[in-house]
């Protein structure tokens, strides 16, 4: 079936380009004179697998930059030929139509992997096989967008029966669904892989200082001597800000419900629990910090149906992980 495309909307503001630091990367001051000398960043907007896109490439030499800039897209395009799920000619298309898929290629096998260390560090909450009870949803609001309730119990055990991301076999031969039917998205964390492989590229071809959003975000500072202030947005007003998060050489990335809504009222939003089928918002949004972008948009996907308790689990056994909670209250919980 042919769905309207759903975008997932991003709530990561950049609040200032770059802030000096001095001493400890969490006492931002008022820009000083290293700030005043560095040369203006060379920037390209666009968009990378349906999201805001946003290289700022700080470089004296603008062509330079500028090449940078073209191999980024290029890269970019190549990615999105892999894992896109709205092109009928990207590999993960492929694989989903037939169930399997020979000679995959190493991006596709690396992005499973972290898929599957994520899964189980959340329980499962984190399950690219969720792609069939998104179809669900998707055809059922379809019908009717003014629904007051989810697809029948029948329909989501259906779905929920081909939501099984153990049942996902691969190496670098083949890879290959055990159950008819079963489909993958990497919605909840291509676009942080994405971002990740930008970076690298910027970093190897001897880049010092970036920050790159593909979708999530992430800065660059091989010197460690300044930190960009991120926004998180305020769930109700896009130019309100509920608090502001530095960024050195981390990734931030933000997952909430009203990004994306299936039904009219807002009661159903693209965030799925993959173990009830649920897609009834447990917050208003989760943000998470981690030293790459594919690992803190995989959590911040898996943390927006997980519990506090299960969340702080998560984080007690990662390193460098920061979470926080907007609670439906509106307070904010910080893990």
Do not use: C
Request: glycine share 6%.
């Amino acid at each position: 079936m042919n769905t309207a495309r759903l975008t997932r909307r991003r709530f990561i503001g950049i609040t200032a380009a770059v802030a000096a630091v001095a001493a400890t990367p969490f006492a931002a001051r008022a820009v000083g004179s290293w700030h005043a000398s560095a040369p203006k960043p060379t920037i390209w907007r666009g968009i990378a697998l349906g999201a805001d896109a946003e290289l700022r490439i700080y470089h004296p030499d603008k062509s330079f930059a500028a090449s940078l800039i073209q191999k980024a897209v290029a890269e970019v395009a190549r990615l999105e030929k892999i894992f896109s799920l709205y092109r009928e000619d990207s590999i993960l298309t492929r694989l989903n139509r037939t169930g399997r898929l020979n000679n995959p290629p190493a991006d596709l096998l690396a992005v499973l992997s972290r898929s599957r260390e994520i899964h189980a560090l959340t329980q499962g909450a984190f399950d690219p096989s969720i792609q069939p009870l998104w179809a669900a949803y998707a055809r059922h609001f379809a019908q009717q967008p003014d629904r007051r309730s989810a697809p029948d119990a029948a329909v989501l055990q259906r779905a929920l029966s081909l939501v099984d991301f153990g049942s996902v076999h691969f190496d670098n031969k083949n890879i290959h669904f055990a159950k008819p039917g079963m489909a993958l998205s990497f919605n909840g964390i291509a676009q942080g892989y994405i971002t990740d492989r930008i970076t690298d590229m910027l970093r190897e071809a001897g880049l010092e200082r970036a920050l790159v959003d593909m979708g999530e975000i992430r800065g660059l500072d091989t010197h460690r001597r300044d930190v960009w202030q991120a926004g998180i947005r305020h769930p109700d007003y896009a130019g309100a800000l509920l608090l502001k998060v530095p960024l050195q050489n981390q990734a931030l990335a933000t997952s909430g419900g009203y990004g994306t809504m299936l039904d009219e009222a807002g009661r159903f939003t693209h965030l799925f629990d993959p173990k009830s089928g649920s897609s009834s918002p447990r917050y208003r949004s989760v943000s998470v910090m981690a030293d790459n972008a594919a690992a803190a948009d995989a959590l911040s996907t898996a943390f927006a149906v997980s519990s506090a308790a299960d969340i702080r689990a998560a984080v007690a056994q990662t390193a460098a992980v920061k979470a926080w909670l907007v609670m439906t209250d509106g307070q904010i919980e910080t893990i």
